[in-house]
């Protein structure tokens, strides 16, 4: 038996160790924090379920179908569409796949003129496009009505990039995955995807082990202790490899602001509002109206997502105010997560050092379906050994 060790416990680090052969592996996973998942983490904050960042998990990833964990998350639904909040009125805009008549019925043609239509329509039919960047795309092709009031907000939220300096290779993927699937969150929040994922594989893993560095075989632990392996696989995002590591390596990180609020009342359905590139909001959500486990007690939560970090949460939750037509009295602030590194903003590959693999969203796309792969493809590249 090889003695494997693999650093970090997100997605891609559960992933690689589900696959790789037990016969031939033994394998321990360290975690620097006292909860695995990594950046698909949820934290119990006086009585409410929140997000460490808000996120999705479509119903179709074909990793997470592949490790065999969709049918015991007890997905819950958002409404398959969007409303878009537009000078005070909402507009509803529904997915054609899944509600044909509503689409037809619903404001359509306030959001998308006729060529939009035709266009997004081609976008589905394309494997590839000319244009290299997401904004290039929506500029070359949209109206602006369609790109400030839907085609903006939504694919910014998506990417958190706020100059939708996104690949269309990928683009064209997420937007054929939110075309034909649909958004859900597990009832006890995301956290439950990679706890999920770690007690069906049995996984070894080890809690509060940072790693300080690695060398000549060897695993240094910030408390001291050493672990000497045989195979080391690094699966934490990029900036920590060259922590760890003599690599050399840097990224852009696409960055998000989550703020969670609290009400009696409430103001929205199961749908994601988005909101326009006039506020600093993205997009908010009611998320006891997708699943009520969200909350320990009768109040709604909701959460409140922006790409700017630098937005105070005062400005944030004025914001909110304004946009759900709620007083101060009417909510309470239950907590704020300010993620600075949230989504690779590009890829990159760093390749195998001798006994010394790598994984993580960086190196496939920036997407819980991204970190899985990448997670799987270095197992799969070990079993052969
Ligand atoms: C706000 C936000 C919104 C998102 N929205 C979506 C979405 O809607 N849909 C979607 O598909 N994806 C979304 N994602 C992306 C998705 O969550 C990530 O791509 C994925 O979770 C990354 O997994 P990973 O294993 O590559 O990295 P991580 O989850 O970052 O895992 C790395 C692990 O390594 C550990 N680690 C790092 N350094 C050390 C060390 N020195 N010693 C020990 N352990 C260490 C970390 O603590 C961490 O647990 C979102 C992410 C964020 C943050």
Redo the contacts with the bound molecule.
Sequence with gaps: MKKTII?????????CAHYLDKKKFDVKI????SY?????ATEDVNGFKC????????NN?EEVKKIGVYDKLDLKYFNSGASIYNKNKNLNLYNPFYHPIKFLQSNLLKILTLSDMINLFRLFISSKLKEKKVGELFQNRFTNKSQKLFLNPFFKG?F?SKDLNTDTNFFLKIFKKFALGK?SLPSNG?NIL?KTIAENSKLDISFD????KVKNNKVY??NGETEVFDYLII???IH?IS??TEIDTKMDYNE?K?IYLSSDKNRLNKSILLVSDDYETNSIQCLTNISKSYSSNNLNLYSL?SLNTKATDDKLINEFKEIMELDSKDISFVKS?T?K????ASKTKIKSKKNIYF?????E???????LK??RKVANKLNQI
Excluded: H
């Design positions: 650093i970090g416990s997100g997605l891609s680090g559960l992933s360290y975690e620097k924090e695995l998942g990594g950046r698909v997000d460490v960042g808000f996120q999705v998990l479509l990833y998506i958190l958004a995301m990679p082990s940072e790693v300080d632990f910030k699966a934490s995002p920590n922590q760890m998000n989550t997502s997560y993620i590194e949230a989504l690779p994984c993580g969203d960086w190196m796309e920036p997407s819980i379906d991204g970190a990448s997670g």
